[in-house]
């Protein structure tokens, strides 16, 4: 696959090491100090990923999230440095699909990028859909674990970032259960997350989002107030 990557960082060393990697890896790679360039760049090139710091000089990351996200799909990658809990908070409610602290392993940060680009590039090319054995299916969805999408009945295909498939393979596994904010936080922790009870009440508002649950009045991720969660899916009918 030939992946179109933009980093934007102010720090040159922190940028050109970024560069040389990615091109070791054969991605095509574009990079800028500021997000007034970058925004120039994903107007003239097809950008399937960005790796974006959030402190930049002028606009910040989270601006241009925000704005990338609301005329486009292109893959977000946040970088942020380890203390920053709001700030990640403030990323996924822009838009943002993932994010690493710094300092940063080079090889799960590459792993992130091709997760999340073969996930972008499926969804922006309305591919066939090859699901694999790995098929959940619930409501007028079918949920293929195993490339992290959800399938509509017009087998259109929505990605999931790394917190919502996480959090919905939590809801699945338990569903008609009522799962607290803190069992929900045991389900989505790993080494780069750091997630938060604010962290949760995101990702459910992202997933109703894409799941067309409306939030007002949703009916397959219900708030249990004062406790957390519960996902009521309608049964899948037999044939």
Known sequence: MDISILIVEDDDITRDCLVEYFKTEQYRVYSTECAEQAEKILQDERIDLVLLDIRLPG???LTLTREIRANAETGIILVTSRQDEIER?????????EYVSKPFNPRELLARAKNLARRVRAAANN??????????????WRFDLDRR???DGDDQQTPLTHGEYQL???FIRHS??????DQLLDQIKNREWAPND??????VGRLRRKLGDNPAHPKTILTVHGTGYVFTPRPVPCH
């Open 89 to 97: 908070i403030i990323g996924l409610e822009c838009g943002a699909d």
């Open 168 to 170: 919905l393979c939590a």
């Open 149 to 151: 999408v959800l399938i």
């Open 198 to 203: 604010r962290t949760v009440d995101v990702l």
């Open 127 to 140: 591919q066939p859909v090859a699901t694999t054995g790995n098929v959940r299916q619930f409501d007028d």
């Open 176 to 181: 008609g259960q009522t799962l607290s904010r």
């Open 59 to 61: 606009k910040d990351g």
